[in-house]
C-alpha cells in the first residue's frame, strides 16, 4: 500500500470523527495508516525477525547448555574435562553470537523506524506548507509544533521501543515457555498456573498508568504550547513588563508536569517492583515443587537449575511489554493526530492539477506571457510577467474570516496597470484583508477578484505569488545572511544582483554598516534591523524576484527619518513600471500616490488624489489634519 493510499484509507475509516476526539486511540486505523510505509521495508524487517531469533535462541540456550553441564557432566561423575571445555566454548559462542544479532536486529530496526519517521516529518511539514491561511488562524502554532515534533517523536518511539519489545519480548516468552515443557511439563504447569495472577495485574496497573501518563502528556503540551506562545509574543511581553506574570504561570505548569512525571515514575516503580515479587514467589514455588523432585530423585538438578534461570527471564520481558502499552496508546494517539493533518486538504488549491511550470504555460497561453528565464543582470525585463499589465479588478466582492461577521461588503474598485494605489482608513477598516484577499491568502465569498481579466482564482499560486510581491509591515527574514534572504535561497540569484538591488532601494549604505556586511547573518526576526531596514531588505526582493504588482504594507512603528526616507525613495523606484497598492501609516508616504483610497467597515467610502480629497473635506482630510497635528506635536 503506498502512503498515499494509506491516508486515504485511514480518512475513510475516520469519516467525521476527527474533531474533538483525537485522543481517543484508533489502533486499527493507526496501523492500517503505518503499514504503508512500512511496506517498502519489509525485506529489512525480515532481517530483523531473523536476527531477533538467533539472538533470542542464542541466549535462551544458555542455561540449557549449563543444564547439560550439570546433569550429564558434573553429577553424572564423569570426568569429562573435554566436554566441559566444549560446553564452556559453545556458552562463549551463544553470548557473542547473543550479543551480535542482539546488534544488528536493533540496529536495523531503528533505521527502519527512523527513515520511516524522517519520511512522515518531512510529508507533513510540506502538507502544513500548503495549508491556507485560514488553516492557521484557527490552529496555534504550539499544537503545530507538537505535531512536528513530539508527536513524530512519540512515532519514533513505536519503532524503537514498542516494535522491538514486541518481537524481541514476544518471542521470548514464547521460546521459555517451549522450553519449560521441554524441560518438565509438570512444573511448567505449576508456572501457568501464575499467569492468569500476571494478566490480571497487568490490565489493573495498565488502566492506572493510563490515566497517569496521559496525565503527564496533556500538561507537557500546555507547557510547550505555553512557552511557544511566549516566544512568539515575547516582545508584548518585555513591552509590558510581563515577565513576572509570565515566570509565575510557566512555574505553575512546570509544577504541574513535575508532579504529573512523579506520578507517572512512581506508578511504574510499583508495577515493576510488584513483578518483581512475583518472579521471586514463583521461584520460591518452583524451587519448593522441584527441590521435593530432586531430593525424590524424579527431577534432575540441572533442570531445576535450568527452570530457575527461565523464570527470572520469564518475567522481564512480561514487564518490559506492559510498560509499552503507554507508548503504543501514545504513538498511536499521535499516529491519528498527525494523519488527521494530512486529512485536512487546503481550502484554496489551484483549479488545476497542472505543476506550477506547466500552468505557468497554460497562464501565458490565456492571458499573460511569462518569460521566466532569470537574467545576470537587474534588468526590468528579465525573469518578468512579460506581458502582464497589473491591471487589477475587485469586482464587487464580500468577504468574512468568520461566518456572520462582515468584513468586507460589496466592494469594487478597479486599478489601471502601473497605477499607484494609496490606501488609508481606520484600524480594522479592513485594508489588510484586502490585500489577502489580492494574494488570494483567502478566497472571497461573493465577487471577484481579476489581474488582467484574469480571476485570481484560475491563477495557479506559484504564479499568483510570483506575479505580487508583498514588503509586509514586519517583514519575515529567515535565518541566513542578507544576501540569501534577498534572494530567498534562490542561488540562481548571483551575489552581484543582489547587492545591485540593494544598492539599487538605498539599503547597501546600512548593510555595510553592518558587522559582516552582507553575510551578516540574520535571526528569523531579522534581529538588529529595524522595521524600515527590513522593509527596504524586502524592496531588495522585489527588485530580484520582478513582480508586476507590489503591496506595500507599511511598517506602523515610527521609523527615524533617515529611514523614512530611504523607504520612500525605494518605494519610488520600485513602484515605476509597477501597479502598486500601498497600505499607508503615514500619509506623507502617498500623498504623490495616482490615488488615494479611504476605507471604512470594509467599504471605500472616498478615492482621489491627494488635492482633491482634502478638497472634498471628508475622512482623509480628518486624517490628514491629525496627522499634521501629530507631526507639529
Ligand atoms: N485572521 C483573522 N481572523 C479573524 N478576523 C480577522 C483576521 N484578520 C483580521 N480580522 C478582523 O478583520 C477586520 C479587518 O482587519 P484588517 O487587518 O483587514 O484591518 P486593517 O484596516 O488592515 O487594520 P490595521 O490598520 O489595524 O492593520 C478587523 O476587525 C480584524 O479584527
Known amino acids: 500500500m503506498r502512503p498515499a493510499q494509506a491516508i486515504h484509507n485511514w480518512q475513510a475509516d475516520h469519516k467525521g470523527d476527527h474533531g474533538g476526539q483525537e485522543e481517543k486511540p484508533q489502533y486499527i486505523s493507526a496501523f492500517k495508516a503505518l503499514s504503508g510505509y512500512v511496506k517498502p521495508h519489509r525485506w529489512a524487517l525480515a532481517g530483523v525477525m531473523a536476527c531477533t531469533v538467533v539472538a533470542i535462541l542464542s541466549e535462551l540456550l544458555q542455561p540449557y547448555l549449563m543444564k547439560i553441564a550439570i546433569d550429564d557432566n558434573l553429577l553424572a561423575g564423569k570426568n569429562d574435562f573435554r566436554g566441559l571445555l566444549l560446553i564452556c566454548a559453545v556458552y562463549l559462542g551463544l553470548s557473542v553470537s547473543s550479543f ?135 516582545g508584548l511581553v518585555q513591552a509590558f513588563h510581563q515577565q513576572k506574570e509570565q515566570q509565575r504561570q510557566f512555574d505553575e505548569r512546570n509544577g504541574l508536569y513535575f508532579r504529573a512525571n512523579l506520578r507517572e515514575i512512581r506508578t511504574n516503580v510499583l508495577f515493576g517492583r510488584t513483578f518483581d515479587i512475583l518472579s521471586n514467589l514463583a521461584i520460591a514455588l518452583v524451587t519448593w515443587i522441584g527441590g521435593m523432585a530432586v531430593l525424590g530423585k524424579q527431577l534432575e538438578f540441572g533442570v531445576l537449575y535450568a527452570f530457575i534461570t527461565y523464570i527470572r527471564q520469564f518475567f522481564q520481558p512480561i514487564n518490559t511489554i506492559t510498560q509499552q502499552w503507554n507508548t503504543l496508546q501514545s504513538a498511536t494517539v499521535a499516529i491519528s493526530r498527525i494523519w488527521t493533518i494530512f486529512g485536512t486538504e487546503p481550502e484554496i488549491t489551484d483549479k488545476t492539477e497542472e505543476t506550477p511550470r506547466s500552468a505557468e504555460r497554460s497562464v501565458t497561453r490565456k492571458q499573460m506571457t511569462l518569460t521566466t528565464e532569470r537574467s545576470q543582470g537587474v534588468s526590468e525585463e528579465a525573469h518578468s510577467f512579460g506581458s502582464v499589465r497589473g491591471e487589477i479588478d475587485f469586482e464587487h466582492i464580500s468577504f468574512s474570516y468568520e461566518e456572520g461577521i462582515p468584513i468586507i461588503q460589496g466592494l469594487d474598485l478597479h486599478i489601471e496597470p502601473g497605477e499607484m494605489i494609496g490606501v488609508v482608513g481606520t484600524t480594522g477598516a479592513g485594508k489588510s484583508s484586502l490585500i489577502s484577499l489580492l494574494c488570494r491568502f483567502y478566497d472571497v465569498k461573493e465577487g471577484s477578484i481579476r489581474i488582467d481579466g484574469t480571476d485570481v482564482r484560475d491563477i ?34 548571483s551575489r ?68 523614512e526616507q530611504l523607504i520612500q525613495n525605494a518605494l519610488n523606484v520600485v513602484s515605476k513600471q509597477r501597479t502598486t497598492i500601498v497600505i499607508a501609516h503615514r500619509l506623507s508616504t502617498i500623498m504623490q500616490a495616482d490615488r488615494i483610497i479611504v476605507m471604512s467597515h470594509g467599504e471605500i467610502v472616498e478615492q482621489g488624489s491627494h488635492q482633491e480629497l482634502i478638497e472634498l473635506g471628508g475622512q482623509y482630510r480628518e486624517l490628514y489634519e491629525h496627522s499634521q497635528g501629530q507631526q507639529a506635536g
Do not use: W
Open 100 to 234: 551480535i544479532f542482539a546488534y544488528l536486529q536493533n540496529n536495523l530496526l531503528q533505521q527502519v523506524g527512523q527513515s520511516i519517521v524522517a519520511r512522515i516529518r518531512k510529508q507533513l511539514f510540506g502538507h502544513i506548507m500548503k495549508q491556507s491561511m485560514g488553516y492557521f488562524d484557527r490552529m496555534s502554532s504550539g499544537s503545530l509544533i507538537t505535531h512536528v515534533s513530539s508527536d513524530t517523536e512519540a512515532l519514533n518511539q513505536f519503532f524503537s521501543q514498542v516494535l522491538l519489545s514486541l518481537f524481541r519480548d514476544g518471542l521470548t516468552i514464547l521460546f521459555i515457555l517451549v522450553l519449560m515443557f521441554q524441560l518438565d511439563t509438570t512444573l511448567a504447569l505449576y508456572c501457568l498456573v501464575l499467569l492468569p495472577v500476571i494478566f490480571l495485574i497487568a490490565i489493573a496497573f495498565r488502566s492506572f498508568m493510563r490515566a497517569t501518563y496521559q496525565l503527564a502528556r496533556t500538561r507537557l503540551s500546555r507547557m510547550v504550547a505555553f512557552v511557544a506562545e511566549n516566544l512568539s509574543g515575547m
Open 460 to 493: 495557479p499560486q506559484a504564479t499568483l505569488h510570483r506575479l505580487i510581491g508583498l514588503v509586509q509591515q514586519e517583514p519575515y527574514l529567515y535565518s541566513g545572511s542578507i544576501v540569501d534572504n534577498v534572494r530567498m535561497f534562490d542561488d540562481s540569484i
Open 496 to 563: 552581484e544582483d543582489v547587492i545591485r538591488a540593494c544598492e539599487f532601494v538605498g539599503a547597501d549604505g546600512i548593510i555595510r554598516k553592518l558587522p559582516d556586511g552582507y553575510n551578516t547573518l540574520l535571526s528569523e526576526r531579522g534581529s538588529g534591523l529595524s522595521a524600515g531596514e527590513r522593509q527596504l531588505i524586502s524592496f531588495a526582493r522585489i527588485i530580484v524576484f520582478k513582480p508586476k504588482v507590489l503591496i506595500l504594507d507599511e511598517a506602523s512603528a515610527n521609523l527615524d527619518s533617515q529611514t
